[in-house]
C-alpha cells in the first residue's frame, strides 16, 4: 500500500468513480483502480492498474471482446504490431495499428450505474446505496464490412451489427463489471453462436491477485478461462503453454438467432485486483464486493425449518419463533406444502396461516423443487445430446426453457401473491443442463439451452425480488437476487455422534467465511434424526441434549450464520426456551458486529480453544483511537470487534491469545471486556496495549466444553 494511503477495508473510499478524456485516451479510475483505453486507431485497453499497489495487471494488447457469427469469428476492438507480449511499454502504442477486419470504435457514453435487478433494504440489511454509486462507461462499435447474414433464401448479405460493451466501475471497490450487447440492425437474422466478453493477457505476478467470477457462474458452470497466450514468444515455458491469458466466456453458446431488431445482452464479468497475496485480506475484499453489488445478501433472519405443513404444526412453530425471538418459518422439504397449488381453499389456509405469522412478527414461506432432479415428462424433461432421450446430471430433470415454465412460474408467484408468503426456498434451481430438444418453444436446440434455461431462472428470482421474498437458493446465485446458499457442509455428516457433529460444523463455517459473509449461507441444524445415526446423533427429546443444543446455538448465532433447525418445535421445556432465547438475545444485543467480517485466528481442532473475531471497523477521530486516559466505555455502540472463543475439550484449557485487531481499525490501545457464555454476564473491561503489528496479548483460560467471548471497545 502506498504511503499514507487509507486501507480501504478500514475507511471508506469516497473518491467518485470518474472517467478523464484526451489525446485520444479514456481512463476510468476511482482511487483504487484504473483501466486506461485509447480510442484510435481503434478502441483498446492499454494499461489496468491496481493503484494501490502501483502495480499494472497487463503485459499485452488483446481485443476487448470476440464473437463467433454465423460462423465467422470476429474481434471488437484491439490493435495489432506489439513486439513483444512479456510486457507492454507505453512508447509502443503510437506505432501500433488496427486492424480492419475488426468491429470498430464508433462513439461512447458516460452513465450512472444503474440496477441489475430489483431490490429495496429490508430484513436488518446493511445500510447501503442500490444501485452502488459509481460510473458506467458504454463504448459502441460497428461491425466491419465483411460481416454477413443469411436469409431465408441464402443469399449472402452484410449485416449490420452493433456491439456495446459496458463498464461499471463502483465506487470505494477496486472491482470493475464488463459486459456486452450485441444489437442487429440489419434486415437478415444472425446467429450469435460464441462470445468472449473479456481478453486479458496478464502477467506473472498479478495473476494470483485477480479474482473473476461471474453472475452466469453456478453448480459445474465456468466462464472464467486460463489458457496460453500464443502471441507469447519469450516466456520461460518452453511448449508456449503458461496459463497467463484470462478469457470470460459462455461454456456453451450463447447460440442465439437475433432477428432484426433484436438485441443480445451477455452475462457479467466481475473483476476483483486484489492489493495482497494474503489469504484473509483477499476473503475481507471479495466479501465487501458482495455487500457493495449485490447488498441483497446482508439480509440475514433468523429461520425455522418445520416439518409439517398443517395448520396445526404451522402454528405451533410461529408461536415458538415468536416467543424465543425468530423471525422466519419455512415449511421445509417433506412437509406436504405445495407452493404450485391453484386449489382455492388451500389457498385460503396458506393465507390464514401467513396472516397469524405476520400478527406475530413472524415471515412466512415453504420449499419448492424446481427443475434439477425433477422429472415432468418425456416432452418437458431436459434431452441428454449423446442418448437423445430424457436424463440430465441428476436422472431427470425438467427443462426451465420449455413451456412447462410458463405453468409453474405462474402457479408459484400467484400462490405467494395470493397468500403474501415472503420466503421461498428454491432447491433444484438451474444448475447447468443442457438440452438437445429442437421442440422445447423457448431454446432452438443444444447451443442456446443453457442460456434460455439459465434466463428462465434468473428472470423468477428477479421478480420475487420485486415482491421482496426473501430467496434461499443451494446454488450462486447471489449476483441475480438470491439472499443465501448453503454455508457448505455434508449433510450425511448429521448421522454422526452430536459432538463430532457440532464441531465439524463448525470447521465448515470457520472455512467458508473466507470467500462468504455470515449472512451468505446458512447451516443446519435437524433436531430430529436425519440421514441415520439413531439416539446418539438426534438433539430430540430437547431438553435430554440441552448441553449439546445449546452448542449448536451459540457457533451459529456467535458466527453470525443462521442454520435451518429442522424439527417440529425450538424448545421442549422452560429451561430449553431460555437457553434458545439466550442465545438469540446475544445474537440481536450484536447483530450489526455479528455480521460483520470474520477475522479467522484459531481453527477449529478439538484439541484446544478455536477464535474467530468479528470486525467492524469504525472511522476514529484522534480521541478515539487509543487514548488510555479516556473514560472506560460501556456502551454496545463502542463495540467494533468480538472474538468468539470455544473449548471443546473436557478439561480446562489455558492459551496466550494473539488477538489481531488491524481491521477494528483501532492502533494504541483497546478496552476489552469478557463474556460467559452460560450466563452471558460480562466483566469489566480492562485496557490493553495494541503493538506495532496491531495486536493484543490476552491470557485466556476456560472451563471444560465452555464457550465465552470477547468484546473489543474503542474509547
Same mark, same amino acid.
Given at each position: ?15 467518485? $468513480? ?10 476510468? /479510475? ?128 452484410? $449485416?449490420?451489427?452493433?456491439?456495446? =460493451? !459496458? ?9 470493475? $463489471? ?18 468472449? /466478453?473479456?481478453? &486479458?493477457? =496478464? ?8 479474482? =473473476?467470477?461471474? @453472475?452466469?457462474? #453456478? ?53 476483483? &485486483? ?11 475484499? +471479495? ?17 425455522? !425449518? ?12 410461529? @408461536? ?43 415471515? =412466512? ?24 432421450? *430424457? ?37 433444484? *434451481? ?31 428470482? !428477479? ?17 441475480? %437476487? ?56 438426534? #438433539?430430540?427429546?430437547?431438553?435430554? !441434549? ?31 426456551? $431460555? ?11 450484536? +447483530? ?9 485466528? +484459531?481453527? *477449529? ?7 474467530? &473475531? ?14 488510555? /486516559? ?14 468468539? &472463543? ?13 488477538? *489481531? ?13 469478557? %463474556? ?28 471444560? +466444553? ?10
Amino acid at each position: 500500500m502506498s504511503t499514507g494511503q487509507q486501507d480501504w477495508l478500514i475507511t471508506p473510499c469516497v473518491q467518485p $468513480a470518474t472517467i478523464d478524456s484526451g489525446q485520444n485516451r479514456l481512463i476510468l /479510475s476511482n482511487g483504487l483502480i484504473s483501466r486506461c483505453f485509447v480510442t484510435t486507431p481503434n478502441f483498446t485497453t492499454i494499461n489496468y492498474s491496481n493503484l494501490v499497489t502501483e502495480s499494472s495487471l497487463l503485459r499485452g494488447i488483446k481485443p476487448e471482446a470476440t464473437l463467433v457469427v454465423d460462423g465467422q469469428q470476429y474481434a471488437v476492438g484491439g490493435l495489432l504490431g506489439q513486439p513483444d507480449y512479456a510486457y507492454l511499454d507505453p512508447e509502443w502504442i503510437e506505432d501500433l495499428t488496427n486492424d480492419p477486419s475488426t468491429f470498430q470504435f464508433q462513439q461512447y457514453r458516460v452513465n450512472p450505474i444503474n440496477t441489475y435487478y430489483p431490490w429495496m433494504q429490508r430484513r436488518h440489511a446493511t445500510s447501503t446505496r442500490y444501485p452502488p454509486s459509481g460510473i458506467r462507461l458504454s463504448v459502441d462499435f460497428l461491425a466491419p464490412a465483411k460481416v454477413s447474414a443469411h436469409t431465408s433464401t441464402s443469399v449472402i448479405e452484410p $449485416a449490420n451489427l452493433q456491439v456495446t =460493451i !459496458h463498464y461499471d466501475l463502483y465506487q470505494g471497490i477496486p472491482v470493475l $463489471a464488463k459486459w456486452i450487447e450485441v444489437n442487429n440492425l440489419g434486415r437478415c437474422e444472425v446467429q450469435l453462436e460464441a462470445l468472449s /466478453s473479456e481478453i &486479458l493477457a =496478464i502477467n506473472e505476478q498479478e495473476k494470483h491477485r485477480l479474482h =473473476i467470477e461471474s @453472475d452466469y457462474a #453456478f453448480s459445474q458452470m465456468k466462464t472464467t478461462q486460463w489458457g496460453p497466450d500464443v502471441d507469447y514468444k519469450t516466456q520461460t515455458d518452453y511448449h508456449y503453454q503458461m496459463l497467463l491469458l484470462m478469457t470470460s466466456t459462455y461454456p456453451l453458446g450463447p447460440g442465439v438467432i437475433l432477428e432484426p431488431g433484436q438485441t443480445f445482452a451477455s452475462f457479467r464479468t466481475f473483476e476483483l &485486483l486484489h492489493d495482497s497475496d494474503d489469504r484473509e485480506r483477499k476473503g475481507l475484499a +471479495r466479501r465487501k464486493m458482495y455487500r457493495t453489488i449485490a447488498p441483497q445478501v446482508t439480509e440475514n433472519p433468523i429461520f425455522m !425449518h418445520v416439518r409439517q405443513s398443517n395448520p396445526e404444526a404451522v402454528r405451533l412453530a410461529i @408461536d415458538q419463533c415468536a416467543s424465543v425471538g425468530f423471525e422466519m418459518v419455512i415449511m421445509t422439504f417433506g412437509s406436504g406444502f405445495n407452493i404450485e397449488s391453484e386449489d382455492p381453499d388451500y389457498i385460503a389456509q396458506m393465507k390464514r396461516l401467513a396472516d397469524y405469522a405476520h400478527s406475530k412478527g413472524v415471515e =412466512i414461506g415453504g420449499y419448492t423443487l424446481m427443475c434439477a432432479s425433477r422429472g415432468i415428462s418425456p416432452e418437458f424433461n431436459c434431452i441428454d445430446p449423446e442418448t437423445r432421450a *430424457p436424463g440430465s446430471r441428476f436422472g431427470q430433470s425438467a427443462c426451465l426453457a420449455s413451456k412447462w415454465t410458463d405453468g409453474y412460474f405462474r402457479r408459484v408467484l400467484n400462490f405467494m401473491d395470493a397468500t403474501g408468503m415472503d420466503i421461498i426456498e428454491t432447491d433444484g *434451481p438451474y444448475h447447468g443442463d443442457v438440452c438437445a430438444s429442437k421442440n422445447h418453444i423457448y431454446h432452438h436446440g443444444l447451443e442456446d439451452s443453457q442460456l434460455r434455461q439459465w434466463q428462465a431462472c434468473v428472470d423468477f428470482y !428477479h421478480q420475487c425480488q420485486q415482491r421482496g421474498i426473501y430467496i434461499n437458493s443451494p446454488d450462486h446465485y447471489y449476483l441475480n %437476487g438470491s439472499n443465501k446458499c448453503g454455508m457448505g457442509y455434508r449433510e450425511t455428516n448429521f448421522s454422526l455422534p452430536r459432538e463430532r457433529q457440532i464441531l465439524i460444523a463448525r470447521q465448515n463455517i470457520y472455512d467458508a467465511t473466507y470467500e462468504k459473509t455470515p449472512s451468505m449461507g446458512w447451516m443446519f441444524v435437524p433436531l430430529v434424526e436425519y440421514h441415520g445415526g439413531g439416539e446418539a446423533a438426534t #438433539f430430540e427429546p430437547l431438553h435430554q !441434549h440441552l448441553a449439546d443444543y445449546e452448542w449448536h446455538l451459540a457457533q451459529n448465532f456467535g458466527s453470525g450464520v443462521i442454520a435451518c433447525y429442522r424439527g417440529p418445535r425450538l424448545y421442549d421445556t422452560e429451561e430449553t426456551k $431460555a437457553v434458545v432465547k439466550k442465545w438469540v438475545g446475544f445474537y440481536k444485543r450484536y +447483530r450489526t458486529l455479528l455480521e460483520s467480517d470474520l477475522i479467522h485466528i +484459531r481453527r *477449529p481442532d478439538g484439541g484446544s480453544i478455536d477464535c474467530m &473475531l468479528h470486525v467492524n471497523p469504525v472511522e476514529l477521530s484522534p480521541d478515539l483511537t487509543g487514548d488510555t /486516559s479516556a473514560s472506560q466505555p460501556d456502551s454496545v455502540d463502542t463495540a467494533v470487534g468480538l472474538a468468539m &472463543l470455544y473449548n471443546p475439550v473436557r478439561q480446562p484449557q489455558r492459551i496466550r491469545l494473539n488477538l *489481531p485487531l488491524y481491521y477494528t481499525g483501532l492502533s494504541k490501545t483497546t478496552w476489552i471486556r469478557r %463474556g460467559r457464555g452460560l450466563d452471558m454476564k460480562e466483566g469489566e473491561p480492562a485496557c490493553y496495549t495494541i503493538d506495532r503489528d496491531y495486536n493484543v496479548q490476552i491470557e485466556i483460560e476456560m472451563a471444560a +466444553r465452555s464457550i465465552d467471548y470477547l468484546v473489543v471497545e474503542a474509547d
